[in-house]
């Protein structure tokens, strides 16, 4: 009994041991993706004004800090931005944390123009990956409203006369009666008399319109890009400055498609086991949650694949519109990826 006893602490004891190396190990692996993956993105020079945008690439650490050759797994087709996030790994070189664990580390990291997503490729399958690619603000109609408001910023714009071309980006954010709050330079000019110009031009034009009456969205983020030029015209010097506005997000239809994506995503998890397929679909849904249709625009190289998708969207069911959703239907493009990491969502940029 007393050996019986002494054999089951042993088991006992080297189960326990096993999986605090298996923990302890695993901690190692995440400090080491992620210590690669900051390292990545501090040496990344991201292209400037850029759209929604992004691309996948994959490369091996090796136990001395080298890699392997970087492979583009998903092109961004934008040839600057591709090689941009090539450079990034190759720059980061050597990296001194693969020490830790003192094995090649095979990498896959997902890059778009405002964040980066890492992991260590294994062979277990990934979760999916569902990405709004639709402007998302296609359904609300600001056209109008923006011109307005780039006409009276720009009236309000006195830049001083500027050796050389300048740009900046602002953010700005506009209440439906027109109250402003939280103007900030997104991308600054690198000359501050200029980025303060912009800034005063904002605050000279305060109050904001108000929202035309079929908007009923409280709030909308605007981007607006300040362009100032100095050209020749029949030998003479000529000044010229310029706003062009776009809308970043509508409060209550940035929500509505969160929760459409979180519909998908759980509906299609059992695709998750299946690897590197690849899909973009269409979808349109009512004011009371229903699908209206389904297209596939891009299907995957598997047609039962194709159509196993299709059938789970026809049988999903999605929430109602927020009563700030002032819109009979809206329509979205989404893009299904299995088997490879690329983030949970992409911020929208405008085109």
């Not at 690198?190 to 969205?217: C, G, R, Y």
């Not at 519909?263 to 059992?270: A, R, T």
């Amino acid at each position: 009994m007393k050996k019986l006893f002494l054999l089951l602490m042993l088991i006992f004891n080297i189960v326990i041991t096993q999986s605090s190396v298996s923990a302890d190990e695993q901690y190692k692996n995440d400090y080491v993706v992620n210590s690669i993956k900051n390292k990545v993105e501090m040496n990344w020079i991201r292209p400037t004004r850029v759209p929604s945008i992004s691309a996948i690439i994959t490369f091996d650490v090796n136990a001395d800090g080298s890699v392997s050759p970087v492979s583009l797994v998903r092109s961004s087709d934008n040839q600057g931005f591709d090689e941009s996030v090539i450079k990034a790994v190759y720059k980061s070189v050597p990296f001194e944390y693969s020490s830790v664990i003192n094995k090649p580390v095979s990498m896959e990291i997902f890059f778009c123009p405002s964040f980066t997503v890492a992991n260590e490729i294994t062979n277990k399958p990934l979760g999916n990956n569902i990405v709004n690619v639709s402007n998302k603000n296609n359904s609300i109609d600001f056209s109008n409203y923006l011109t307005n408001l780039q006409i009276k910023i720009n009236s309000n714009w006195t830049p001083k006369a500027f050796s050389k071309e300048r740009n900046n980006i602002a953010v700005i954010k506009i209440d439906k009666d027109g109250a402003l709050s939280n103007p900030s330079i997104l991308e600054p000019s690198h000359d501050i008399n200029f980025d303060n110009s912009t800034l005063d031009a904002i605050a000279k034009s305060v109050p904001m319109d108000t929202f035309p009456s079929n908007i009923t969205a409280p709030t909308t983020n605007v981007q607006l890009n300040f362009h100032y030029k100095k050209s020749k015209e029949n030998g003479k010097k000529v000044e010229t400055h310029y706003i062009t506005a776009s809308v970043l997000n509508v409060e209550g239809y940035d929500k509505y498609t969160d929760m459409v994506e979180k519909v998908l995503k759980n509906n299609l998890q059992d695709k998750s086991t299946i690897f590197e397929k690849r899909l973009v679909f269409e979808a349109q849904i009512n004011s009371i949650g229903k699908l209206k249709y389904v297209k596939i625009l891009e299907p995957s190289t598997s047609k039962s694949f194709n159509i196993s998708v299709r059938e789970i969207l026809e049988n999903s069911s999605f929430p109602q519109f927020p009563e700030t959703l002032n819109s009979d239907s809206i329509t979205l493009k989404y893009e299904l990826i299995t088997g490879a990491l690329t983030g949970t969502r992409i911020f929208p940029r405008p085109e």
